[in-house]
């Protein structure tokens, strides 16, 4: 006699993955440039050189954008002297012993106002790009002249176009190639740019 045995089953497995073909990441960068002339309008040096955004800079943009909590002013835009370095846990105190005031701005000694363009965005996700800008400053060196090594940008709530003030919020700071030397009559024009890309 022959006995005759089956088994049956079924198996499934089954899985999901969710967001793995876009990545919702955005980075935010800032470029300054730079261009100085003789008192005769001749060029003697030009300088491009991307920014930091320092720590408190980006509390500043999540808190003004998010939280609604900070009245922005500004932004000014004033020099740096050389011996300073960026870096990201700067705050406002450093133009105490690092902000080069050796110049005028239309004739009175002030930071810059930067006045930015309304942002424009172009592509699409994943890689749209936005982007504004500043008109550029023209600054005017007195005195003695100097050294300029960069530049940074000031804002805030308390933020004043006034050398030398601590008050407001260091959104970002960079420094040139190399520092540059700086005679009484020449003018330096400074125009920043900041992209957000995602």
Not at 6 to 32: C, L, R, S, W
Not at 142 to 171: D, E, H, I, K, M
């Amino acid at each position: 006699m022959q006995k005759e045995t089956a088994g049956f089953g079924d198996h499934a497995v089954a899985t999901m993955q969710a967001n793995v073909t876009i990545p919702e990441k955005m980075g935010v960068e800032g470029f300054y440039q730079v261009e100085c002339r003789d008192k005769d309008g001749n060029l003697k040096w030009t300088d491009e050189f991307p920014n930091l955004v320092m720590a408190v800079g980006k509390e500043l943009m999540f808190n003004s954008l998010l939280r609604t909590a900070v009245t922005v002013v500004g932004p000014f835009l004033g020099l740096l002297k050389s011996g300073y370095t960026a870096a990201a846990a700067d705050t406002m105190s450093i133009t105490t012993a690092n902000e080069f005031v050796a110049y005028t701005v239309s004739a009175v000694a002030v930071r810059g106002t930067a006045v930015f363009t309304a942002a424009t965005s172009t592509g699409t996700t994943p890689t749209a790009i936005t982007t504004s800008a500043a008109a550029s400053i023209t600054y005017t060196v007195t005195g003695a002249g100097g050294t300029v090594a960069g530049c940074f940008l000031a804002l805030g709530s308390g933020a004043v176009n006034t050398q030398l003030s601590t008050a407001g919020t260091l959104y970002s700071a960079g420094n040139f190639t190399t520092a540059k030397a700086v005679t009484v009559g020449d003018t330096v024009a400074v125009t920043y740019s900041t992209t957000a890309t995602s």
